[in-house]
Each structure stands twice: as C-alpha cells, then as structure tokens.
C-alpha cells in the first residue's frame, strides 16, 4: 500500500470496531422492520375494511391484488432511478431519501380510510422498497467484515419478519392505522443513525477519493492487518494498470459500449444469473405470498376468520423465531450446504399441505386444524431459517465489482417484478386452482430452481467481495 494511505498513529473513535459495525446493522435492522410493517399492513388492513363494510365489495379482488402487488411494480422504476443516483451521489444520500419517503408513507397510512387511500400508500411503500433494494446491498456488503457479515444480513432479514408480525398483530387487536404510528417513530430513529455512518469505502475509491475512502474504510472496520490488505485490494481494483476514475461527463454511447463490454464478462453474467436464481427461489418459497394473503389461505382452509387471524400470528412468531435459528446455523453451516437442505425440507412441506389438502377434498380424511397449523409451522420455521434468510446475504455477496451499479439495478427489477407478479396473480391463482394446487405449484417451481442452485451456486461464506469475484474469472 502506498505510504500516504497507512495507518500513522492511533486511530481514537468513541466506539469499538464492533459498536461500529452494530450500528450499521441497526441502521439496515430498522430499515427492514419498516420495510415488514408496510409487507404485512394489506393482510389486515383489507380484512377490517372487509369487516366494516360487512361486505368483500369494499375492497374487491380486484382492488386487493392491486394493494399487494403495488409496491413491487413501482418499486421497479425507482431502482433504476436511485441506482444511477447511487452511483454518481453516493449509498449514504439514497439512504436519507429512502428515510423521508418511508416517513411520507407511513403518514398516509395512518390517515387512511379506504381502500383509495391505502393503495396510494402501498405506492409510496414501493419507492421506499426500490431505494433500498439498490442500497441496501451495498451497503451491507461494501460496510461489513466477512466474520459478521452472515450474522448482520441474518439479524436484517429477521427484521423485516418482526415488522410483519408487529404489524399483524396491531391490526388483529386494533385500528390498523396504528401502525403508520410506528412506521413514523422508526422513521425519525432511522433519519439520524444515517448521518453518523459514512459513506461507503467502494463507492468512496470509484470517485477516486482515496483519502476519504481508507478515512471510512477504517471507521467501518479498524485498522487490523487483514483489514489493511482488503483496503489494499480495493486501491489495486481502481487502480489498475494506473488508472485512476477521473469524473467527466460520457457520452451516452461509450456508457452503452462500456456496460456492455462489462456485461458480456463471465465476471459479471455468471454471479448475476445465479443471483436471479437466488431471487426466484425467494418467490417460489412461497413464503411471500402466503404472507400477504395467510387470512384468506387460512380462511379458507378452517372456515373461520377468527382462527385464520391467531393462526397467522403463531406462523408470524414460527417465522421469526426461524431466522434466528438461522442466524445460528448460518454462523455454523457453510450457505451453500445451507441454503440446499433448507430449500429441499420448504418444498417437501409444501408437497405435504397439499397432500393434505387433497385427503380432505377427496374426503379421505376429516379436517384436522392442529394438522394443518403443525405443518405450517414446520414449513414457516425451515423456510425462514434457510431461503427467506440467505436470499439478500448470498446475493449481496455475488454482486460483481465491475459494473456493481448496474448489477443491482438487474438485480432490483427482477426482485420487485417477480414480487409484484406473485402478487397480482396468487388471488387469481386461489381462485382458479384451489388452495391445495397453489401449494402444488410453488412446491413444483421450488424443486427447479433447488435443481439450478446445486448445478450453479457457489460457496461464499468467510470470503471477501474480492475473493468471491476471483470464483467467475
């Protein structure tokens, strides 16, 4: 390294390397829990308005697919959007804006009356989510040492399974408006967390401001002698072969040449298709949509609204006691192992509710309620302890270097459109097929996309962003 980006004396911060790195992780924690109380505030809030009304014309099918499944199509142009932002401004400014739209959401959520008022808040829920999508990652990866990197990405995406059950929970015993309340209060926490962390070294180095970059990277991370040699790798990335990123204005043809020379680079396409592997794996989980519309799944299963809304509660608690089950073995099991042996248990117990189903269909069997919540039980439990879990951590860490920016923004509308898909067509999908062929389904798309991770997935644990880009040269 050269001299003038040693470390030269001692480096005095108010809090240890460790109370640093937490306070990113709370930063993204708090983040995710917003992003769970938006994900579960249209389960309950469709069914109260339901029930005021006394009526399903209150909110239509129609209308009730639209609510879940707006936020996914919107969140699709503000990734594309926020990620050219955060390229040329920095991770640290989207993180701010992403703060102010998530407060304005939040706003329009308590105030909402009718089904109108809460899709215009689920839209701007889907700005929140296409800000964070393109930073979130980044910044996690790009702030992180290796050794905690698989814990905090763990303890974030458990998170966002505490913010679906506290907002579940709130609109089984009170008003759901009540959980804008607590969507603005982690707004304002979160509104000045972000001005204490800096901005990422990565982003720092491809401006070319070496000084401020090691200046962060050493806030983040300390000054030990692995440290310095992962500053070191990010100097000799930017820096190769002399060059050093000079800010000047391209014209819209080299940017087009330039991407794509990157995107015809095994670097580049191989870590991206297997991330959309990771990615469709998430929905085919089927965790997601069962989520959203567990009342109605439920409903129609036990033929009670009030036993659909505790049912959903207890699968709640399942899941986000499984994420931390998660976080455990994810510090033990390697996640490839890991994600594999989930995966496969989540599409055995999707084959098994549906093969239940069709025992009571073809009356084969009675109902048996305590069956049916057993078995969702263990599938929320595997399932959030291994897919729902590893899904943002592997694909955080398979992001290329080169052309990082443009790798999140494929990586971001692929995301939010396959969300926002599952979404608009699982009512549908309800409807024409029946609760047991649905299960039947997803459990068919997950068994695919095992198949493509055991052929392509590498294995990523303990490895830095360096290292892990060397697998696809």
Known sequence: ?????????????????????????LSACVYSFMLGLSFGSPTVAVAQLRARANSTDAVSREMGSWIASASGFVAIPTVVVSVIVVHHFGRKKVYNYATVVSFVCFTILYCSKNATDL???????????????????????????????????????????????????????????????????????????????????????????????????????????????????????????????????????????????????????????????????????????????????????????????????????????????????AKRLKRRTMLLCSSTLSAILMFAVSFYLYLVKFKIMSENNILFLSILVLYSLITCCGPMLLFSVICGELFPLKGRSFGVILSGVINSALFGLSMKFTPYLLWAINTENTFLFFAIFSTTCIILEYKYLPETKDKTLNEIAALFQ
């Open 119 to 329: 899709l215009v808040s689920r839209l701007f829920c889907g700005v929140q989510s296409g800000l964070l999508l393109s930073t979130f990652l980044m910044v996690m990866t790009e702030s992180m040492k290796p050794r905690y990197r698989g814990l905090f990405f763990a303890l974030k995406s458990a998170s966002i399974y505490w913010g679906v059950w506290c907002s579940n929970t709130i609109g089984t015993f009170c008003p759901y408006n009540y959980i804008g309340i607590v969507g603005m209060s982690c707004s304002v926490i979160n509104f000045f967390i972000t001005f204490v962390i800096p901005e990422t070294p990565f982003w720092l180095a491809s401006r070319g401001r070496y000084e401020e970059c090691a200046a962060a990277h050493r806030w983040l991370k300390g000054a030990d002698e692995d440290t310095e040699k992962e500053l070191k790798a990010i100097f000799d990335s930017f820096q190769k072969d002399g060059k050093v990123p000079i800010q000047t204005r391209k014209s819209l043809l080299t940017t087009v040449k330039e991407y794509w020379t990157i995107i015809c680079q095994p670097s580049f396409y191989k870590p991206v298709s297997i991330g959309f592997i990771i990615e469709m794996m998430c929905v085919a989980t089927g965790k997601l949509v069962f989520a959203m519309y567990a009342i109605e799944i439920i409903g129609k299963v036990t033929k009670n609204k009030t036993t659909a809304h505790y049912f959903m509660l207890i699968l709640d608690g399942f899941s986000v006691l499984g994420m931390y089950m998660g976080c455990v073995l």
């Open 1 to 25: 390294m050269d001299a003038k980006y040693t470390l030269i004396g001692k480096q005095n911060y108010r809090l240890p390397v460790l109370g640093r790195q937490l306070l990113v992780c």
